[in-house]
């Protein structure tokens, strides 16, 4: 009886928190939950995987200059779940003759973070995913997802997870040595379609970067890396006709700053 009651005490294994595989179109998509570096306290964590076939895409928030469908996740369904919030990992461009493709190739997790609203409960999590997967067109998908959670310990997530997660731009307290720091905005009255970024990007300046999002996915263009001084670098954000600009007054954009040393988030209004 004691052999059991141990055995009944430890976590599940890795493989047993994970759904099935679902296959779509040109992709498949399955949920698995597990413990990873550097969680949240008080929190859970799921990851939504995809594996695509050979030289197709999935979309970050802001999908970029060729177009394309953000991905949107709904938990609405699901149970003792007090917050899920999806996190995203630093996206790549991949540039065609259609434009810029903001996003991920043939592979993506996507880390979700989970507050039970009952810490002693399992969390039944169900996910409605909508999103878009392309090659040279455009497939629009919908998944459902489901995964019960036991509560406590849950089982290492595995390297894969580990490394999306380490991935996903830190803010605030998360923040870590190396994070791209410092954001600042600037506008000028005899540039109207202009923004200009500032910030501070340790390590070599060359492999900097900017991904700018608004929440209902309107486009935004991609920043262009300009002047550096030391290791604070200027991106513009130039939008080919200003009243595009100007549609965007008093939207909150989500900036994300990829350097050498790592990854940060931070945000502005337009004004």
Not at 55 to 82: C, H, L, M, Q, R
Not at 138 to 165: K, Q
Not at 207 to 220: E, I, K, N, S
Request: with cysteine.
């Amino acid at each position: 009886m004691a052999v059991c009651a141990a055995m009944a005490a430890l976590p599940a294994a890795a493989q047993d928190i994970a759904g099935d595989w679902i296959d779509g179109e040109r992709h498949r998509v399955r949920i698995f939950a597990g413990a990873v570096p550097d969680a949240a306290p008080g929190t859970v964590t799921a990851f939504v995987e995809m594996s695509m076939d050979r030289g197709w895409k999935t979309y970050w928030k802001n999908p970029g200059t060729a177009g394309g469908i953000p991905p949107e996740f709904k938990f609405d369904a699901s149970k003792n779940v007090a917050k899920a919030e999806v996190l995203y990992p630093v996206p790549t461009v991949m540039s065609d003759k259609a434009g810029d493709v903001i996003g991920y190739r043939e592979w993506a997790i996507f880390p979700v973070r989970i507050t039970p609203a009952d810490a002693r409960a399992p969390v039944d999590l169900i996910v409605t995913a909508n999103y878009g997967i392309c090659e040279k067109l455009c497939v629009p998908a919908e998944t459902v997802l489901s995964l019960t959670i036991p509560p406590g310990p849950l089982p290492d997530a595995g390297a894969d997870a580990a490394r999306a997660y380490a991935n996903v731009p830190r803010t605030g307290a998360e923040l870590k040595p190396g994070d791209p720091v410092g954001l600042k905005v600037e506008r000028t009255a005899d540039a109207p379609g202009l923004i200009r970024l500032m910030a501070r990007f340790p390590g070599n300046a060359a492999v900097a970067a900017m991904f700018l999002a608004v929440p209902d996915g309107r486009y935004l263009p991609l920043p262009v890396r300009g002047a550096a001084e030391g290791e604070t670098i200027a991106f513009d954000v130039a939008f080919q006709n200003p009243e595009d600009l100007k549609a965007l007054k008093g939207a909150t954009v989500t900036v994300v700053m990829v350097g050498e040393k790592g990854q940060s988030e931070d945000r502005f209004v337009i004004d």
